[in-house]
């Protein structure tokens, strides 16, 4: 497994293996990885003939006060799931690297920006774009894999992916959960014991929502105040949005069907964590 920190070097390396038609796939990340980022890499593996894996903390997706500086990192650990996952090639560079002095160049997704994680995080969305632009440039991917937990990410990649006409083709992976149901994500670390036990509070919201629709409820209202209560009965939870839209638009719904995602951020103590799901999606 190389690990190369240099755009130069990897730019070079995937031009290389292009020539010789050999299939990137690519996984990027922020590092601190998790089982839910090895599904990714373990299916990378199956649909290129090239896995790369980047880990890079990027700056300009966190705002102002957000959890830039303590963000967990782990490159051993990170490296030692690489090499579980068969990955060929581990990009990490530095901001420096990846920001040169001047850098004044971004890329926004309007509409699909605009709501959710968009509303809570202003300029999260430009950070994330700019720089899975930059990557897709830098490791010349054929295919890159991300989670659906991010689906509002997910669903801005592809529009720009689309609109840009990159040509990568995005697949997206579903969300994993630990066996209780919390969805797998880096900052779950930052939950104390109490915290971690209070934050299933999100996926039973989620439960309750898909076990109320499926049983024929489909006023978005009901669905919500009845998830709403649930995550409110928890002391530690303050809802951050909790809401059901369009799938494909993110337009909010009234009246819900199987192609209504649920989607909820609730700060747990200092902890923002998000989860969403499909409502008409099997378990
Ligand atoms: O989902 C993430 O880890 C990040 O937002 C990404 C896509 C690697 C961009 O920094």
Same mark, same amino acid.
Do not use: W
């Given at each position: 497994m190389k690990i190369i920190s240099s755009i130069r070097e990897i730019q070079d390396l995937a031009l290389t293996l292009k020539r010789d038609v050999r299939r990137i796939a690519f996984v990027p990340t922020m590092g601190f990885l998790h089982e839910g980022h090895a599904s990714l890499l373990r299916e990378g593996r199956k649909r290129g003939d090239v896995l790369v894996l980047s880990i890079f903390v990027n700056p300009i997706q966190f705002g102002q006060h957000e959890d830039l500086d303590r963000y967990p990192r782990n490159l051993d650990g990170d490296c030692a799931i690489a090499r579980e996952c068969d990955v060929d090639i581990v990009f990490?560079?530095?901001?420096?690297?990846?920001?040169?002095?001047?850098?004044?160049?971004?890329?926004?997704?309007?509409?699909?920006?605009?709501?959710?994680?968009?509303?809570?995080?202003?300029?999260?969305f430009d950070g994330v774009a700019t720089v899975v632009t930059k990557l897709f440039n830098i490791v010349q991917p054929d295919v890159a894999l991300f989670g659906k937990k991010d689906f509002?990410?997910?669903?801005?990649?592809?529009?720009?992916?689309? =609109?840009?006409? #990159?040509?990568?083709?995005? !697949?997206?992976?579903?969300?994993? $959960?630990?066996? %209780?149901?919390?969805?797998?994500?880096?900052?779950?670390?930052?939950?104390?014991p109490d915290e971690r036990r209070s934050a299933l509070c999100l996926s039973r919201a989620i439960r309750l929502a898909r076990e109320r629709y499926a049983a024929g409820e489909h006023t978005a209202e009901t669905l919500l105040t009845a998830a709403q209560e649930l995550i409110e009965a928890e002391p530690a939870a303050l809802i951050d949005y909790l809401e059901l839209r369009d799938v494909d638009t993110l337009e909010t719904v009234?009246?819900?069907? =199987?192609?209504? #995602?649920?989607?909820?951020? !609730?700060?747990?103590?200092?902890? $923002?964590?998000? %989860?969403?799901?499909?409502?008409?999606?099997?378990?």
């Open positions: 990490t560079p530095t901001a420096a690297e990846m920001y040169p002095g001047g850098f004044q160049t971004s890329i926004r997704v309007s509409n699909l920006a605009l709501p959710l994680c968009g509303a809570s995080r202003p300029g999260h509002q990410q997910l669903a801005i990649i592809r529009r720009m992916t689309l =609109d840009l006409s #990159l040509p990568v083709e995005i !697949v997206g992976m579903p969300i994993v $959960r630990e066996a %209780d149901g919390l969805a797998m994500s880096s900052r779950n670390a930052y939950l104390s009234s009246t819900v069907s =199987d192609s209504t #995602l649920m989607a909820l951020a !609730v700060k747990i103590g200092a902890t $923002r964590l998000i %989860d969403n799901t499909l409502l008409g999606d099997e378990p």
